[in-house]
């Protein structure tokens, strides 16, 4: 990697997670399923977000998480998100850069910012109510989060770093996507890698045709699960890794127990997964593995080191409730 200001810049979803605790009966007067995941529409966030308690108010969205990952190794890290001139809008910006992550964000309270916070949609929130069983029944909307444009993508922010990552969840919108490409061309420009997340098995079935064309094209790094990659090319695991090695400078493959593969052309380099005795929630693993492997290879470490970085926080993460690591990833690490 060239010298650069900052080590990974992500573009993604800019979403105010919205926790609170609750009863099993508040869960069933609003007609939710207990541990489900719904999509909302604005009347009703607004109505469900007035019905909530006490709350703790923070940033999320997957590639926000990945970004918050690697500063707590010590890397520097920027994000890319929309978000509004609302309330939530400003607790979103003031949260990333709480934990030292750069967003370049605008708010009618704020002096400081550029023009990707705007008038229109509010800004996005999944809000998570957790009954005493530990269960957590989220219901997202996502609002402008989901309408990034090319106008959203700030050229120096992108400029600046070593690595750009997007996220598969933003496929969904035109504008989104039109904002994704024109990003990674600016990444290669400026002769930066573009690494790419394939999300969610269901992105994959939705964009399948244009994913691999991104990945054929301005993806240098690429991360996927087993269900994401297998679905990708409509093949058995094996060839699935075979056919992406091909493809893209690395993949990172994870098999959740039985770790990830880091794939180069033909060479495989197998990373173990970390043992964390009991399991106690899975969000955020991905996101969380991407950070420890980006990091890594910011920093010119070897496959192996990076992997083992991504297997390290992914480890972390797992052994908690929620989606980013209560501890320094980087004196966990021993950095």
């Known amino acids: 990697m060239t ?3 900052l080590d990974v810049v992500g573009v993604g979803n800019a979403i105010v997670d919205v926790i609170t605790k609750t009863t099993d009966e508040f869960v069933a007067s609003q007609d939710l399923v207990k541990g489900s995941m719904n999509l909302i529409d604005d009347s009703r966030a607004h109505e469900l977000y007035q019905l909530l308690g006490e709350a703790t108010e923070t940033s999320g969205g997957s590639v926000a998480n990945t970004m918050a990952g690697i500063a707590s190794l010590g890397g520097s890290a920027g994000f890319i998100g929309k978000v509004a001139t609302d309330d939530l809008g400003f607790v979103y910006g003031q ?11 605008e708010h009618a309270d704020s002096a400081n910012g550029s023009a990707n916070a705007v008038d229109g949609p509010a800004t996005g929130r999944s809000m998570i ?10 219901n997202t909307y996502l609002g402008i989060s989901s309408l990034l444009e090319p106008q959203d993508i700030p050229e120096e922010l992108v400029g600046s770093a070593n690595l750009l990552f997007c996220e598969g969840y933003l496929w969904d919108v035109q504008s989104a996507k039109d904002a994704i490409r024109h990003a990674m061309a600016l990444a290669a420009s400026s002769g930066r890698k573009s690494a790419l997340t394939l999300s969610d098995g269901f992105c994959v079935d939705r964009h399948n045709g244009e994913f691999r064309e991104l990945v054929a094209g301005p993806v240098d790094v690429l991360f996927a699960n087993e269900d994401e990659i297998t679905k990708l090319y409509g093949v058995g695991f094996d060839e699935a890794v075979a056919r992406v090695g091909n493809e893209v400078e690395l993949a990172c493959v994870t098999r959740g127990k039985l770790g990830s593969l880091m794939v180069q052309g033909s060479s495989i ?13 899975t969000t955020g693993a991905g996101d969380q593995y991407a950070a420890g492997v980006l990091f890594g290879l910011s920093q010119n470490m070897s496959l192996a080191e990076s992997g083992r970085l991504g297997s390290l926080a992914a480890a972390e993460v797992i052994s908690h409730v929620g989606p980013r690591p209560l501890v320094s990833l980087r004196e966990l690490a021993g950095l």
């Open 269 to 281: 380099t197998e990373v173990e997964a970390i043992d964390v005795g009991e399991l106690i929630d």
């Open 3 to 5: 010298s650069s200001r």
């Open 95 to 105: 949260d990333m850069e709480s934990i030292g992550v750069e967003f370049a964000y």
């Open 129 to 138: 109510l957790v009954t005493p069983d530990a269960q957590r029944t989220m």
